[in-house]
Structure formats: structure tokens, C-alpha cells
């Protein structure tokens, strides 16, 4: 027998009995996104992969995003930090596992610039993978010590120009993001600079914050340290966007006029095989995750702005940044031996 609540409701039980229909029917389709997804979480957790050790941005969103979407999924996520070889053990691992949705990788730009960068990775970063969704996106900013006669990125590009090869610039290390991005930044605006390598985004900040090189490209959290501390200048950041933090400091296409848009990106990833209608519920699950006013909050004290995307649209985008940084790397000889 079917009974009609509605004659038993007062008309204000009515419509509370409908907000909770409401959430509990967004929830559902929240947790389960599909039958094929409904099926896959009764089988075991999922294990989200990072490719570095714990303690970095990449780390970071991987725990935020494994303990949201536990919480809102009704599905165990955990995080399995695997570093080494500039994460290309952990990659091609991943590459190898079953593509049954249990296991997930967090990428980031070396994901596309390794296979460039080493003469043997271990896998394809377009044809090895599934793509999922971007998960979150953050700007460098180019930095030099407070003490420096450079007021603006002008001024740097005129004396670099004005004495090729006499001025350096610092990164994490060769073959790291803010490293190939100078090189980026090197060619678009036709300057001479000597690299200098360091071992971390730590030390190169600790670096620069001391003039031991002229200026580098740092990521947001490091560039609020110095900038802070009043060891800093900010000449300009390398996004399509000002930074609300910094708005009073222009972006590298609002000085030079050229084309110039960079961020230190991530994104999810699984095995080779995942069935579709599995990634693109995945990839929705992701976004009601990441659009969520916490979560938000959380990775705004990481610098990180949430990005999500549907699985073609970030396979289309691992393309691009392929070739890009192919092109990079090959223009300045660039290889990690």
C-alpha cells in the first residue's frame, strides 16, 4: 500500500519533509554519480597516489580531496605518497594498475615535461592514463631580493637585455616547474639568463630572499613568506589574472604586452581503461567536491584555486602542455640525467 504523506503533514511538515527529500536526493547522486560507481565502493577504498613526499601543495590537495570525498561520497579515499625520481616511479606504476577505478594519481606539470626531461619514464603521459579532471591551479611570482634596483619586471628585462648572460635566476631544481618556466619567460621576452639550480622551492626562496641570484620564479606561499618578511619584491605574477592577495601587483602580460599565461597546475588521473561513464562520474563528484565554501577555504591557505573540468577537456589540456613543454625543453637543451 502506498500512503499519501501529504494528508498526514501539516502544510509546514510539508515542506520541511521536502528540503530533506531535496538534500538527501543530492546527496545520493553525489555518493554513488552512477551504477557503475555505485558497484565499484563496495569493493574496496580508493588510493589516491602522489608522486612526491607529504608536506607539498600536491600532498596537501591530495588529503583535502581524499578526506571530502570520503565524507561526501560514503566511499573510502586515502593518500599513498610515493616519491622519487621526480615522480616517475609512482607514475608508472599507477600506469600498470588495474583500471578499475581504485587507484588514482595526482599530476602536475612534470607529468608532461618528464618524458621530455628523462631518457626513460616508464610510461606515456597522454596514452597510459585516463584523464579525470584539473583539480586546482596556482600562479608563480617572479621575485627579486628587496634589495634589488629592479622596481618592475621592465626594469629586469631592460638590464637583461642590456647584459646578456650577467644576471641569474634560481629554481627548485632542473626540469621543476618555476625552472622551465624561466626558460618560458626567458624566450617570450628575449632574455639571457644564467640558471641556478637549488634543491627545493625552499631553498631557492631562502635563496633569493638572501641575494644569492638576481630573481626567480616562486610559488605564491613562498613569495608571501619573503614578501612578509620584507625580504621581497614582487614584479609581477604569471597567470592570466592578478592575484587578490598581491592585486596591486600586475601580471606578466599587463607589463610586456605578451602573450603569457602560466600556473602551477594539478590534476587527477587513472589507469589506462577506465571505463568513461566511470571517469566522467568521478569527474563530477570532483567538482561538487571542490565547489564546496570549506573546501575553498582550505586550499586558499595553500595559494590553490580550485579548477575543475571534465575528463576530455583535461586530456585535451595534458595534450597542449605535452607539446608546450616539449618545445620548451628541446629550445633550451634542457635534461635531467
Known sequence: MVMNLAVWLTPEETKVFGKISSTCLLFCTLAWGSPAVAAEASEGPTKIVVASAPGGNLDVLARILAEQMSTATSRSFFVENKAGAGGNIATAQVALAKPDGRTLLVVSTSHTSNIHL???????????????????????????????????????????????????????????????????????????????????????????????????????????????????????????????????????????????????????????????????????????????PQVVEQLDRVALTPKTSTPDEFGRFLVRETARWGDVIQQANIRVE
Do not use: C
Open 118 to 292: 628523462y631518457r626513460k619514464v616508464g610510461y606515456d603521459p597522454i596514452k597510459s592514463f585516463t584523464p579525470i579532471s584539473s583539480l586546482a591551479e596556482s600562479a608563480f611570482a617572479v621575485a627579486v631580493p628587496v634589495t634589488s634596483s629592479y622596481q618592475s619586471l621592465s626594469d629586469l628585462v631592460a638590464a637583461a637585455k642590456a647584459n646578456p648572460g650577467q644576471l641569474n635566476y634560481g629554481s627548485s631544481g632542473i626540469g621543476q616547474g618555476n625552472h622551465l618556466g624561466m626558460e618560458l619567460l626567458k624566450s617570450r621576452l628575449g632574455m639571457d639568463l644564467v640558471h641556478v639550480p637549488f634543491t627545493s622551492a625552499g631553498a631557492v626562496t631562502t635563496a633569493l630572499m638572501g641575494a644569492q641570484v638576481d630573481v626567480a620564479m616562486l610559488t605564491l606561499p613562498g613569495a608571501f613568506a619573503g614578501l612578509e618578511a620584507g625580504k621581497l619584491r614582487i614584479l609581477g605574477v604569471t597567470g592570466n589574472r592578478r592575484v587578490e592577495k598581491i592585486d596591486s601587483v600586475p601580471t606578466i602580460q599587463e607589463t610586456t604586452g605578451v602573450d603569457f599565461d602560466l600556473t602551477a597546475w594539478q590534476g587527477l588521473v587513472a589507469p589506462a581503461g577506465l571505463p568513461p561513464d566511470q571517469a566522467v562520474a568521478l569527474s563530477k563528484q570532483i567538482a561538487a567536491v571542490l565547489a564546496m
